[in-house]
């Protein structure tokens, strides 16, 4: 972040002493910010562009016009330019089993999967769908795909077949790879029949390739991975044409297009237009059918560098490790990581299996540097009082990076306390609509418990009032008033772009309103209060949900809460849904505890009319709990798309409860 300052100051002949001067610099003109940010990083472009961005307001502002690069390209040839014996990816279980792959081993496995890719006659736009693991082939149909300018798309094995199918059927994928089974919290699960049912219902035309567990054999009639990579070991590949039939040989030039570069035994990359189709993301379709968001591969891969260079400190020779699914848009973020030249680290299975000191320990053995996992498991960690710190020495670690849902204050002092002290705490926030973040950490600057640092380089990041007003010191709407190259491109059959305006323009118009209920502090800070749509109103008061967490910290038997708002005549009341340590119940002296609590540590207007036991609270696959659902299921409603829910029980649990 410094050599970056320091190269503005020297290019731009201004002084930058903070980073929020740095900040307003990056969004007075937003396409001077990125076009340095280019030059800074020395990312290539085989074809340079005209315009770095088009006039157009958002939703329709292209970036780099007439600039053609390859996202795989830069993810296994960085500038920094790896030992190509080091390790480009570290893949364990949590069964134990452990897979290096090297850079080069990663680069020849790439050019295999991009000539199956082609054999099949697959090429630039197609789409190639994968219910998979966590796994090392995951990461290599996905820069396979990329370098030839076909068009990804993932989901995890946990989901069922109309989860996979509401979101898959919608691209008319050509090709689905599948995973045949995953190990979670101990348990094996078979995934053959959700594969099956989906292979017929999605119809893609080049059928199925299955991905054996590690230390596994497929055993179906499909394709094994294996065998369908299998022809390109039995003969040299000299051209592109030799698997796909295209009359194009490496180093010629097509129309418009730089020459293919490839090395010994490594893929071939197709010169791409900027905003090419890199990969389709989905929504959590929990109240509706997933929207199916079109990200662009120079979009992704400047963002991704800006957040993991900048904000995230990743350097070349670091150890990343984030702990997602193939579901989640972190996932996608991790693999980013290898345009650092980092060491990116896939772990598959339960975090918490055998206990919550697994993944710690990993980052011992393995010298993470970078350690990503979301809030949830931070405070689950800390209400099992665990502390790292007492059985990992973790002289690696630099940085700790926690999404998916707010972080609490008493999160981060358990981080500084338990974990490591000289460390970098960065709380992060984004989403699958911008495969990033919005605001995040800033390694130059104080972090304050409970607070996101700063929005992004190149954010233009406000918190509005219902009158579309900028305030600070208090609750707003999260709305981004700049374009960002890594916006979605477009959803998918969406050519009018109206789904894409109704998600994000109508209740600001020209302003990106995000859905997150937020407040920008004194110090600058952010605070996530959850999303707006979930907000409360009781007495006509708004408040946010993380409003009435907050308080619960001070209660060591509540592990977790959600509050929903029940309606109640014209008004609204809190009902609030607690889970509670194992050994604990929940009678009148602790909820008069829960009440007094929220009451003197927030106001009369946040506490609960009702407090309910649970279990557990129901959550999307990215492990978000599920505040929209709940409101609904109170209040009457049902509840649709249960199977995109990673535990549609405990909605059922709630229903039973809230009616006994």
């Not at 772990?347 to 540097?369: H, K, M, N, Q």
């Not at 972080?407 to 981080?415: D, H, K, M, N």
């Not at 579309?468 to 009018?496: I, K, T």
């Amino acid at each position: 972040m410094t050599r970056f300052r320091r190269f503005v100051e020297q290019r731009d002949g201004r002084s930058f002493p903070t980073y929020a001067a740095l900040h307003a610099w990056s969004i007075e003109d937003v396409g001077r910010f990125w076009r340095t940010y280019v030059a800074y990083t020395g990312i290539g472009f085989e074809t340079p562009p005209h315009r770095i961005t088009s006039a157009d307001p958002m939703p329709h502002t292209r970036w780099f016009e007439g600039a053609t690069l390859n996202y795989a390209h830069a993810l296994l040839e960085p500038l920094s330019k790896p030992s190509a014996s080091s390790a480009a990816i570290i893949a364990f279980d949590e069964t134990g089993h452990e897979r290096r792959l090297t850079w080069t081993e990663l680069r020849h496995d790439v050019a295999r999967a991009a000539a199956a890719l082609c054999r099949e006659g697959i090429g630039h736009g197609d789409r190639v769908t994968a219910y998979i693991s966590n796994v090392p082939e995951a990461v290599i149909l996905l820069l396979a795909c990329a370098s030839i300018g076909a068009i990804f798309s993932s989901c995890s094995p946990d989901f069922g077949t109309d989860a996979a199918f509401s979101r898959f059927h919608q691209i008319e994928p050509t090709l689905l790879v599948a995973s045949d089974g995953y190990v979670y919290n101990g348990k094996r699960y078979e995934t053959l029949p959700v594969v099956r049912e989906l292979a017929q219902r999605i119809q893609a035309a080049r059928g199925v390739v299955l991905v054996p567990r590690p230390g596994t054999q497929p055993r179906t009639d499909w394709t094994s991975w294996d065998d369908w990579l299998e022809p390109l070991r039995r003969r040299k590949l000299d051209s592109l044409s030799q698997v796909s039939g295209r009359q194009v040989s490496v180093g010629e030039r097509g129309p418009g297009h730089a020459p293919l570069e490839r090395d010994a035994g490594g893929p071939v990359f197709e010169p791409l237009p900027f905003d090419q189709p890199l990969y389709v993301l989905y929504s959590s379709g929990t109240t509706a059918l997933p929207k199916a968001m079109v990200h662009r591969a120079g979009g992704a891969l400047l963002t991704h560098d800006k957040e993991l260079r900048l904000h995230s400190d990743v350097k070349p020779g670091d150890v990343l490790l984030y702990f997602t699914t193939c579901g989640w848009m972190m996932w996608n973020w991790l693999v980013s990581g290898l345009a650092q030249g980092a060491t990116i680290v896939l772990f598959d299975g339960s975090p918490s299996y055998p206990s919550l000191e697994v993944l710690w320990r990993l980052a011992d053995r393995i010298g993470i540097t970078h350690f990503g996992t979301s809030a949830r498991f931070i405070h689950a960690c800390k209400a099992a009082r665990l502390r790292p710190a007492d059985f990992a020495g973790l002289d690696s670690l630099r940085a700790v990076l926690s999404t998916g849902s707010p972080l609490s204050a008493s999160g981060f002092e358990w981080v500084y306390d338990a974990v490591k002290r000289d460390i970098h705490l960065s709380s992060i926030s984004g989403g699958t609509d911008i495969v990033g973040c919005f605001m995040l950490g800033v390694p130059t600057e104080p972090v304050y418990a409970g607070q996101i640092q700063a929005a992004g380089l190149g954010i233009d990041l406000a918190c509005y009032d219902d009158d579309g007003r900028p305030v600070v010191g208090r609750p707003g709407e999260l709305v981004c008033r700049q374009p960002s190259p890594s916006m979605p491109l477009m959803f998918w059959n969406d050519p009018n772009f109206v789904r894409y305006r109704a998600a994000y323009f109508e209740h600001f118009p020209g302003v990106w309103r995000h859905g997150d209920l937020i407040e920008i502090t004194r110090e600058k800070g952010i605070i996530v209060y959850g999303r707006s749509d979930a907000t409360l109103n009781p007495g006509g008061v708004r408040i946010g949900t993380a409003e009435i967490y907050r308080p619960l910290e001070a209660l060591p038997d509540v592990v977790e809460a959600l509050a929903a708002g029940k309606k109640d005549g014209e008004d609204e009341v809190v009902w609030l849904f607690v889970v509670l340590q194992p050994s604990v119940t929940l009678d009148a002296q602790l909820a008069d505890r829960i009440r007094s609590e929220i009451r003197t540590k927030a106001s009369p207007r946040h506490v609960p009319k009702q407090i309910f036991q649970v279990s557990q609270l129901p959550r999307t696959r990215s492990g978000k709990t599920m505040e929209m659902a709940v409101a609904r299921l109170v209040n009457g409603s049902d509840v649709p798309n249960r199977e995109a829910m990673a535990n549609p029980e405990a909605l059922d649990e709630i229903a039973r409860v809230v009616s006994s």
